[in-house]
Nanobody
Framework: QVQLVESGGGLVQAGGSLRLSCVAS????????MGWHRQVPGKQRELVAV??????????NYVDSVKGRFTISRDNAKNTVLLQMNDLKPEDTGVYYC???????????????WGQGTQVTVSS
């Protein structure tokens, strides 16, 4: 089994910064993609940022609304993904979920895992 545990959410004023962290643990052989998704009540969960492990460098993608403000990074040795969020806006408010595609030891394929979510609230 694999567990994802997020931390770093909270309440911040507009223009402020937060850093989210997600640690994957368990019988992990390899992690391919790690990402952050955001959900607001009444709306579908949306992908905010994703980072994919590459042979030499990792590749990243962001939803347009956070480009230039958010930075996703990962520490492969620690099975950790970070989301640095700067210049936060009220519309960034939501529950942020960590997601990872993991190849577990003894398994036959990659499987998708999710964290429990962490609340981010940006006040105007």
């Amino acid at each position: 089994q694999v567990q994802l545990v997020e931390s770093g959410g909270g309440l911040v004023q507009a223009g402020g910064s937060l850093r989210l962290s997600c640690v994957a643990s368990g019988s992990i052989f390899r992690i391919n993609t790690m990402g952050w998704h955001r959900q607001v009540p009444g709306k579908q969960r949306e992908l905010v940022a994703v980072i994919t492990k590459g042979d030499t460098t990792d590749s990243t993608n962001y939803v347009d609304s956070v480009k230039g403000r958010f930075t996703i990074s990962r520490d492969n040795a620690k099975n950790t993904v970070l989301l640095q969020m700067n210049d936060l806006k009220p519309e960034d408010t939501g529950v942020y979920y960590c997601q990872a595609n993991v190849f577990s030891i003894g398994d036959l394929r990659y499987r998708e895992y999710w964290g429990q979510g962490t609340q981010v609230t940006v006040s105007s």
